[in-house]
């Protein structure tokens, strides 16, 4: 088993920034694949961004030039940064992981509003 845990939602202004984290811990023999998803009200859950072990990042193209995704040198802490945020970036993020078996974190509220 994989435990993810996230930190770093709130609420921010139109065009603030937020950092999340998420940090896997327990049978970790090796993460492939680490990202970040998200799902507002309403709606289904979609990608936001994930990156490889190898380092390559993939984005939703609503977040390409604003977000950026990064991992430690171990590879099991993964980082969101978010640059210029909207209020349609309002959502419950949610921290992914594919270690032969797909993991989710509890989920982390992002609320953008003035």
């Not at 492939?32 to 380092?55: F, H, N």
């Not at 991992?71 to 940064?81: I, P």
Request: proline share 4%; charged share 15%; net charge positive.
């Amino acid at each position: 088993q994989v435990q993810l845990v996230e930190s770093g939602g709130g609420l921010v202004q139109p065009g603030g920034s937020l950092r999340l984290s998420c940090a896997a811990s327990g049978s970790i023999f090796r993460i492939y694949t680490m990202g970040w998803y998200r799902q507002a009200p309403g709606k289904q859950r979609e990608l936001v961004a994930r990156i490889t072990s190898g380092g390559r990042p993939n984005y939703a193209d609503s977040v390409k030039g604003r977000f950026t995704i990064s991992r430690d040198n171990a590879g099991n802490t993964v980082f969101l940064q978010m640059n210029s945020l909207k209020p349609e970036d309002t959502a419950v993020y949610y921290c992914y992981a594919y270690s032969g078996n797909d993991y989710w974190g509890q989920g982390t509220q992002v609320t953008v509003s003035s």
